[in-house]
């Protein structure tokens, strides 16, 4: 028998496990790609218009986002596309290739179903050959429907420009896919692998950016997305970077296949020896346990919000221009009377700011459910810990982590705007933007909070409810809903500071609602059957 | 008074569906008590309504004369568990749980915690989500009996133990025996039912169908006669108290209700007695004759 024996099989097999949620990726991935790019030439008429858009990359905060700048200087709307969209749309091949990959070798591992298909008549590699093969597909088909649609989405797309930024995606996909492949086999749980890999895809945007802006090739070259890049699609094509993207390919498919030849079925090679044998004093008691369960999860939350403060205040300045230039783009700022551009803009930013907080708050109140029904919670409650007791962890790890996220966050922007305008006050001013959002966020803490108590079963409505206030804070000024709707929302209830004037009693009311749900929570989980 | 736990009348409903039917139990000090039952019966849901963790529909519960409902919390301090199911925090290694198990539940043997997980031969440096079923328990395990309780629950703490790791589970009930602590088994593992306990409950549907010490047990069911005899006793299959006839020439093997033992025997000596053979059931028939429902019972 052949190492390689039954791929087919499995390869027919995941097939018809993956058939929906790989459409459903390389769907989304490849047409609202070309959807998105449908009104450029509606939006850039003329060459000026493109040729004013283009100045935007001269910002570095917007050149570490988006692409090189090559072909800036005649900016088409395939060059326009490439510098903006290619970074994106490759990084979504990336994830997708990850998680496909993950999910078909290291996570059936864990789960022991591997074990069965292995003891079958099934080559030692041959779980993870049908995976990298279906990931290589995968890729190849987001590729084919870009290459044929592009030309057809915009009038006067070269056949060829799309071939290299199709390809280019593609290579990027599978480069990403193959070191995740690797990653499987090294690594011992599903979470290193996938966590690993995208890792080292954030390392490789972030080369990149660094390359880009500092215009040093050497780090572009550490970057798969910089070889995508460097095809230079629809501004002069190179095909060569598609001998790394081979070759990197290759030589981490062997290794793979190689680590998994060598390897026991569950094992890995990267064994974590030797962990703690004893708790320190931190964990041993409740709230140092539940914040050591939660440190990576607001560690990357806190990063996010630290970007996004960043980001904020970098691109305030350039932003606000290009709002002053696009009419349309006004709908979504908050509106004010004497509010400069700039403020109206942090006041929309504000607003986002405050639901990324209400995503992390939500996560670590939900995840209270799940420990109670997977029976973590069970075995915590019976070493004589009082059910409020118990709550009161999760209502602080997420009340002061979100408010932490609003202070992170609103340090980087209020510090970079104020740099940027020589103004104190402007900084104080976007700081406070930041934390005063904190009573709305609070008020989903509290309904999570409430529910928990009231009707556990039903905790994941914190999520519709949540999502649906984030789509009308999104887009509800779009779709013109009748003013209730939107007013009802905890986001609405905070003026639009720094654009609008702060006020005491909106924040006053949001706490009492805040107050009253969590206490009405802590007192009925007391009076209510454990989720088991 | 020496009643650490009392159930009286205890139902529970889920909805409509009733897991529990006044239930009867009590646990003496210093006892150790079997809890016994098919699939799906209600020990689980016993144990946690003890536990405070499900609040019962009607009847009443104490534990340390305490309510279990309201006094949830002191009586957690005094009571150690093993669930049937353990799960853990996947990132912490095995030692890390027992000490945060441990610290929180108070009273915490560090000496008996260093020779428990010896005895249960556990690598603590790994981490949780690399043991198995059987590892995870004995997490559980080492925890409660580390821990300085007057009660110690466990539910099901053999189902992943291998024969050698659960022969060490029965020496550390022994141990809590002698020490005079109280301890509630369930377990469907007769043979350890039968070593340990004291006394012992069965559960069916969620109601306690017997009860008692095994001896009582034994002796209020069913006895097993096998015997030979010169003259035909055919007639004994119509008796309401005698079940499970096979006749095989002039040998006969049936069970007879206690009951009824002394009008048979007279029967079987009046029939010229060549042979006779009478047992008490083995636990083992007590069960499989409970567990069997109604329908699968003959006579
Ligand atoms: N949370 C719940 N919601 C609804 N029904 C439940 C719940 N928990 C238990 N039940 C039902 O109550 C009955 C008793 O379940 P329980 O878990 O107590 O049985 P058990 O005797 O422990 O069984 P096993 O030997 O399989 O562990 C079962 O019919 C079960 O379906
Ligand atoms: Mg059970």
Avoid at chain 1, 89 to 114: C, P, W, Y
Avoid at chain 1, 174 to 185: D, E, K, P, W
């Amino acid at each position: 028998m052949s190492v390689f024996t039954g791929t087919g099989t499995l390869f027919r097999i995941m097939i018809r496990k993956e058939r929906v949620r790989l459409s459903i990726w390389i769907v989304s991935i490849s047409v609202l790609f070309l959807l998105s790019i449908l009104s450029f030439p509606e939006t850039y008429p003329t060459q000026e218009d493109r040729q004013g858009r283009a100045l935007l990359l001269e910002s570095p905060a917007l050149r570490a986002m988006a692409g090189p700048g090559y072909g800036i200087e005649n900016y088409t709307f395939g060059a326009m596309i490439t510098n903006e969209m290619f970074l994106y749309v490759a990084v979504a091949a990336a994830f997708m290739s990850i998680f496909m990959i993950v999910r078909n070798t290291r996570a059936e591992e864990e789960s022991g179903l591997s074990e069965l298909v292995k003891a079958g008549a099934v080559g030692r590699v041959s779980m993870s050959a049908a995976a990298f093969l279906l990931m290589v597909l995968s890729n190849l088909f987001i590729a084919v429907i870009i290459i044929i649609g592009m030309p057809y989405t915009i009038e006067g797309l070269s056949w060829e420009g799309a071939s290299a930024f199709g390809i280019g995606v593609a290579g990027v996909g599978i480069m990403f896919g193959t070191i995740s492949l690797l990653m499987a086999q090294v690594s011992e749980s599903a979470g290193a692998a996938s966590g690993i890999s995208s890792a080292l895809l954030g390392l490789a945007f972030l080369f990149r950016a660094v390359g880009d802006v500092a215009s040093v090739d050497a780090w572009r070259w550490l970057s798969p997305i910089g070889w995508g890049q460097a095809m230079r699609a629809f501004v002069d094509e190179r095909w060569w970077p598609l001998g790394l993207f081979g070759g990197g390919i290759i030589l981490l498919a062997v290794a793979a296949i190689y680590v998994d030849y060598r390897r026991d079925d569950g094992a890995g090679v990267l064994r974590v020896q030797g962990g703690k044998a004893r708790a320190g004093g931190g964990l041993t008691h409740l709230l140092g346990l539940q914040s050591f369960l939660f440190r990576w999860v607001f560690l990357s939350w806190a990063a996010g919000a630290a970007l996004y403060g960043v980001a904020m205040g970098a691109i305030s300045e350039e932003a606000a221009d290009f709002f002053a230039d696009n009419p349309i783009g006004e709908d979504f700022l908050v509106q004010a009377e004497g509010a400069t551009l700039a403020e109206s803009l942090f006041a929309t930013y504000m607003a986002f700011l405050a639901m990324l907080a209400a995503g992390y708050a939500l996560q670590v109140m939900t995840k209270m459910l799940r420990e109670e029904k997977s029976g973590r919670g069970e075995i915590l409650l019976v070493q004589s810990v009082p059910r409020p007791r118990w709550m009161l962890d999760y209502l602080l790890i997420s009340c002061v982590g979100s408010f932490m996220l609003l202070v992170i966050s609103g340090i980087g922007a209020g510090a970079l705007y104020g740099y940027y305008t020589d103004s104190a006050d402007g900084a104080w001013k976007v700081f406070f933007a930041a934390i005063a959002q904190t009573p709305a966020v609070w008020v989903f803490v509290g309904l999570a909070a409430l529910l928990m108590g009231l009707w556990p079963k039903a905790l994941s409505l914190v999520w519709l409810v949540y999502t649906a206030f984030t789509l009308i804070g999104l887009i509800g000024p779009l779709l013109q809903l009748p003013e209730w709707v939107s007013d009802i929302s905890p986001y609405a209830q905070i003026p639009g500071v720094p654009a609008e004037e702060w006020t005491v009693w909106s924040t006053v009311i949001l706490l009492a609602v805040f107050a009253v749900f969590t206490v009405v929570g802590m007192y009925t989980i007391r009076k209510r059957d454990l989720v088991i | 008074m020496n009643e650490l736990v009392k159930l009286e009348g205890v139902s529970k409903y889920f909805g409509k569906h009733a897991a529990l039917e006044h239930v009867d139990l009590t646990i003496q000090n210093g006892e150790t008590i079997g809890f016994l039952g098919p699939n799906g019966s209600g020990k689980s849901t016993t144990i946690r309504v003890m536990l405070g963790l499900l609040k019962k529909s009607g009847g009443e519960v104490k534990l340390f004369g305490k309510d279990a409902w309201t006094g949830a919390v002191d009586i957690h301090k005094r009571v150690a568990y093993v669930p049937g199911d353990v799960n853990v925090w996947p990132n912490l290694t095995g030692g890390q749980v027992i000490d945060v198990l441990g610290k929180l539940h108070g009273k915490f043997n560090e000496e008996k915690r260093q020779q428990l997980i010896e005895r249960f031969q556990l690598d603590p440096r790994k981490k949780s989500k690399t043991y198995s079923k059987g590892n995870r328990q004995k997490l559980a395990l080492i925890t409660a009996f580390a821990s300085e309780a007057d009660l110690y629950i466990f539910d099901e703490p053999t189902s992943g133990l291998d024969p050698l790791m659960a022969s060490i589970f029965r020496e550390c009930v022994r141990e809590l025996k002698h020490e005079g602590k109280a301890v509630l088994l369930s377990s469907h593992i007769l043979a350890e039912v039968e070593e340990l306990c004291d006394r012992v409950s069965i559960i069916k549907e969620g109601k306690i169908i017997e009860s008692g010490t095994l001896e009582e047990l034994r002796h209020l069911t069913r006895i097993s006669i096998t015997a030979e005899t010169k003259e035909t006793v055919a007639s004994l299959v119509e008796r309401s108290d005698v079940h499970q006839w096979e006749a095989d020439g002039s040998k006969v093997h049936f069970y007879v209700d206690v009951e009824g033992l002394a009008p048979v025997m007279q029967k079987l000596a009046a029939a010229g007695v060549v042979s006779l053979e009478s047992r008490p059931p083995t636990l083992e028939e007590i069960f499989l004759r409970h567990y069997e429902s109604k329908a699968g019972e003959a006579g």
